[in-house]
Each structure stands twice: as C-alpha cells, then as structure tokens.
C-alpha cells in the first residue's frame, strides 16, 4: 500500500533522512520508531504530501506522493501531532468542514458524519464545543476527521503525544478496530514503546537512516533471554570486569551497564557475588523494544 | 466545479461563525481607532477631519488581524489540514480572502454608526456607495495582509511589517494631514501611497469637503491596487512547496 524507495531528504547542509527504504502492507498498523529528530516527522511530512523529498520516491496506493500529489490527498487520512481542529467549532461543523474540503456535500455528507462519528464513539459528543474536550476526545476527532472521507489510508503524526495512559490505551483500541473492521492501513509515528508493541510491524529510525525492521516479536526475539541492567557509580569499570570475568559484552548507557543473557536471575547471584559494593542496584526484564534500540543504536529513545 | 466552491463557502462561513462567537475581538479591533480618532479629533476639535482615517484603521486592523492568524494556522491548526486536502488551493484563498474582508467590511460598518459624533450625516441612499467602498477596501487590504502573512514564518515578523509599512503606510495616507498641506518628499510618499487613494474614496463616499485626488482616480487606484494583490495572493498560494513550510 506504502512504498518508500531510497528516500533521502536533506534541509540544506543537514542531512535527515538518508537511503530509507521499507514497505506497508495492506491492511497492517505499520510504526516508525524513533527519538526525536530521527527523521520521523521529516518522513511524516513526505509522505502526507507537504514536502517534496530530496531523492528517491514515496507512493501510496500506487500514486507517488510528488507527482500524483491530488491523487495521494484522496487517499489518506492526515492526523498531525498538533491540533488541526478549529476550537471555535463544534465536533460536528469541523467535520463538516472536512467534509467540504473534500467536495462532499448534502445526504453524502451527513452519511459519512454520521459513519465516522460512530467509528471513533462520539455520537454523544457532536454538538460539544472542542474547546471543551479533554485531550484523548480530541484526538478521536481528529481521527473521525481524518476518516471523512474514507481513505484506504491512515496516517498518523505522534498520535498519543500528551495523552494519558488511559487515553492512549483507548486511543489504540480504536485504532486496531479501524484495522479490523475497515481495512484501514495504518502508517503512525512514535517514540512511545507500549504504542509501537501493539503495530503489526516496525521500522527503526535513528539518524535518519532505517536502522532494523520487523515485528515487535522478532524485534524482541533478537535479544535472548533476559536483559540486565546495573547501577554504578563507574560503569565503564565495571562493564570491562564483567565482560572479562564472564566473557560477555556487556553495553554502557547512561552511566548503567546492560547485559543481555539467557537465565538472568543466575547471572545477577553471580555478578553481585563477583564485585561486592561496586553494584548500587540491579534490574532484570525480558526484552523491550528500547532494548532492542538500544543494542542497535546505542542510544535511548526517550 | 462542487470542489472549488465548497472550500471556499466552508471557510467563508468559518470565519463569519468564529467572528460570531467571539464578539469580543469586534471590541478590540473597533476600541483603538475610536480611541484615536477621539484623541486626535477631540484635541484639534475637528473630529469630521480624522473621521475617514480611523475608518479605514479599523478596516485595516481587523484585514491584519485575521490575516495574521494564517502563520499560526499554518503550523498549528486549521489550516494545516486544509493543506493535505484535495481542495485546490486557490479556492481556500480565496474562501479565507472573502472571510477575512467579510469581517473588515462588518467592522467597518460598525465603525459607521459614529458618523454622527463627527457630525457626518449619511442620507440612507448614500450608504449604499459608502458600504461599497468600505467592502472595496476591506478586499484591498485583506490582500495585502494576505500576501504578507502567506510567507511569514512567525507573528513576530508580522508585527515588525505592522509597525515598519502598514501603520506608516497609514499615517501618510492623508488619515492625519490632507496632501495639499505636506511637504517635499512626503508629499511624493503620499501621492504613491495606494492607502491616500482608499482615504480619498472614504472621504468623497462621506461626502467630505475637498479631498484629493479626485473621485474616479480614487475609485479606481483603489481597485486596481485590489487586484493586484489578489493576483498576488493567488499565484503565492499557488506555488508548491519544497521546503518545510508546513
């Protein structure tokens, strides 16, 4: 449904994006993870037709995102991370408005109001003023907004950003329905982990260059066992004692020492045994995406 | 045909209901040009004589007030999913040209009802040649907000614009002195100023004693600056993007 080939962008001397490459299927929740400043919005802002790239191409349902850039707006749904509603407006008028941007008009009209209020459940909300929605509410609208006018195509800049965690568990469950029941193919940004967990598949982004891609499991799967993590007070000391002692490559971040092994509740006996007072604390868990960038990139998302 | 009118209409009427539910902003962009004209006109106890001038302020005002709103919208707003939308483009100016004057038009109208404190008495059938002139130069100079406001990257800018061009721009339009009575160079600045001839318009529609330059010139300076800008604002809009304006 998506195809990205070679795309590089650059903002003058700065280079931010560079080679990527990767394919959305139809009908998958596809994530781009990544810090800040990775190249997703950069990516975003391609793909949603308001830059043209520097090289190489994007198109969406077989249209190219520069060339066929009318083609390409009929067919997605735009979500930003910053709010595209008109506060002074009800739900319903900035649906409506939508809908006219999209030249859809009379019993059309009111037809897919009625559809994409129902999808997001705000039937109860149409006549409420934006101004006073929480956040969570806001961004269904948007999404019901972005949905008017049926796009086999769903894009979505940091949805969750600001949202609380019960929002954004909210926020996903309607997401994954439009998935279901609709068809939808899904293409959303993030930097939040729980959000990228639940997509079908996953690019990582980092320094604008597409570091891996899989789905969450395979991602996660890379990592044998359990991850490790020590606090220390000097853990370049530390990592290069246990890395002789133990013979395993341990990673630095942040001034912890990470350890990815298989049984980890044995290594830690064995570590804390092993160096007396230099562990201020110990952590162990099974394998999260951060792990994951982290032993990619060697460097922390959030 | 559906697709070029019905963004256009939908932002029009935007504006019109936004402008409804915040009569507030009605109170801000009409307040200071009164206060002006009451100082100035107060003080040289000739209100009749700023009358005209505070009028188009007012035009002017509410024209760069909605029109600044663009660089925020841009960015953070409505605006931007106009910007992803199949809509042509060139019918969402127009749609926000025709708001955004609509409004200046409402205000300057507004403006109208203190006619008689300068004295001004504006027989029914004459309102009809001095509404038009209001809407003529609320079109003027919601262009030129417009082609302002389409490239500018922050408020802040806008602002600069405000205080360096358009309030100048206005202070030698004849709103203060009457171009018989400047001198040298300012003189020439007023004689090139399109706004001198929007001043004029108001002053002949008004029925104010004479003003310069005359009638017709005023009239169609007035409408040929119109269309320049909108011109302007057509082919900027126009233009595709390739950097990160969004």
């Known amino acids: ?302 | 045909m559906n697709s070029w009118i019905l963004p256009a209409a939908t932002l029009w009427q935007r504006e019109l209901v936004r402008f409804w539910r915040q009569k507030s902003r009605v109170l801000g962009v009409v307040a200071s040009p009164l206060v002006f004209w009451l100082l100035i006109g107060s003080g040289s106890n000739d209100l009749a004589r700023y009358y005209s001038g505070a009028l188009v302020l007012t035009v002017m005002f509410s024209a760069i007030f909605s029109t600044i709103s663009i660089i925020e919208d841009r960015r953070e707003g409505f605006l931007l999913s106009m910007l992803v939308s199949p809509a042509p483009r060139t019918s969402l100016v127009l749609g926000k040209i025709l708001g955004s004057a609509t409004l200046a038009w409402l205000q300057g109208l507004i403006f109208l009802c203190f006619a008689p404190l300068a004295g001004v008495r504006i027989a029914p059938l004459d309102l009809i040649p001095v509404a038009l002139a209001i809407l003529l130069i609320s079109f003027t100079l919601t262009g030129l907000g417009f082609v302002i406001a389409w490239r500018m990257e922050s408020t802040a800018g806008f602002h600069g614009i405000m205080n360096l061009l358009l309030v100048p721009m206005w202070m030698v339009s004849g709103s203060l002195f009457p171009m018989a009575t400047a001198h040298g160079w300012v003189r020439v600045l007023m004689r090139v100023n399109p706004l001198t001839y929007s001043i004029s318009l108001m002053n002949h529609t008004l029925g104010m004693p004479n003003s310069q330059p005359g009638a017709l010139e005023s009239l169609l300076v007035t409408a040929a600056f119109g269309l320049v800008l909108l011109a302007a604002c057509g082919i900027m809009a126009a233009q595709k993007s390739t950097h990160s304006t969004a």
Do not use: W
């Open chain 1, 1 to 302: 449904m998506i195809q990205v080939e070679n795309l590089t962008h650059r903002y003058g001397e700065r280079t931010a994006l560079r080679q990527v490459n990767f394919a959305v299927a139809k009908g998958e929740i596809f994530g781009l993870l990544g810090p800040n400043g990775g190249g997703k919005s950069t990516l975003f802002r391609i793909l949603s037709t308001m830059m043209a790239p520097t090289e190489g191409r994007a198109v969406i349902g077989g249209c190219d995102v520069v060339r066929d850039r009318a083609a390409v707006r009929r067919q997605i749904g735009v979500v930003f991370q910053t709010q595209s509603l008109d506060k002074a407006l009800t739900v319903e008028e900035n649906l409506r408005a939508q809908g006219h941007l999209h030249a859809l008009s009379g019993a059309l009209l009111r037809e897919r109001m009625e559809y994409s209020l129902a999808q997001l459940g705000l039937e109860d909300r149409r006549k409420d003023m934006v101004e006073t929605l929480s956040g969570g509410l806001r961004r269904r609208v948007e999404i019901a907004k972005a949905l008017l006018h049926r796009p086999p195509v769903l894009l979505m800049d940091e949805a969750s950003t600001g949202l609380d965690p019960a929002a954004r568990r909210d926020l996903t469950r309607h997401i994954e329905r439009l998935r279901d029941q609709e068809g939808v193919t899904i293409l959303l940004t993030t930097h939040v982990l729980e959000e990228a967990d639940r997509c079908n598949r996953l690019v990582l982004l980092h320094r604008g260059e597409v570091v891996t891609e899989g789905t969450p499991q395979e991602l996660r799967a890379r990592i044998g066992g359990d991850v490790v993590v020590l606090d220390t007070d000097d853990a370049q000391t530390l990592a290069g004692a246990i890395e002789e002692r133990f013979n395993l490559r341990p990673s630095q971040v942040d001034g912890q020492v990470r350890v990815e092994i298989a049984n980890g509740h044995r290594f830690i006996a064995e570590v804390v045994e092993a160096f007396p007072g230099a562990i201020r604390s110990v952590g162990l868990h099974k394998p999260t995406l951060e792990d994951v960038f982290v032993r990619e990139t060697g460097a922390q998302i959030e």
